[in-house]
């Protein structure tokens, strides 16, 4: 069983950024956020793999970047120029080939003037 512990959630104003992270409990092939608004399905904002393969939601391209540090098994989203529209819980996801899945707890972001 793996455990992720997140961080960094809380309030922001629009244009500002945050900086989300998620420590797994042992190493994971891919780290990933995803976010769940009221009332909206979950949806991927960005993962990445061990290799350091990315993979980005459009919404947030050139504003949000994730990154890891394999030897701390710690994965990091960076969140700039943040919207209205970004206010969310964010979950931190783990998957193991073939086919596991870990949740994180989730941390909420919101970003309002």
């Known amino acids: 069983q793996v455990q992720l512990v997140e961080s960094g959630g809380g309030l922001v104003q629009p244009g500002g950024s945050l900086r989300l992270s998620c420590a797994a409990s042992?190493?994971?092939?891919?780290l990933g956020w995803y976010r769940q608004a009221p009332g909206k399905e979950r949806e991927l904002v960005a993962d990445?793999?061990?290799?350091?393969?990315?993979n980005y939601a459009e919404s947030v391209k050139g504003r949000f970047v994730i990154s890891r540090d394999n030897a701390k098994n710690t994965m990091y989203l960076q969140m700039n120029s943040l919207k209205p529209e970004d206010t969310a819980v964010y979950y931190c996801?783990?998957?193991?080939?073939?086919?596991?899945?870990?949740w994180g707890k989730g941390t909420l972001v919101t970003v309002s003037s």
């Open positions: 042992g190493p994971i092939f891919r």
């Open positions: 996801n783990a998957y193991q080939p073939p086919g596991i899945n870990y």
């Open positions: 990445i793999t061990t290799f350091g393969s990315t």
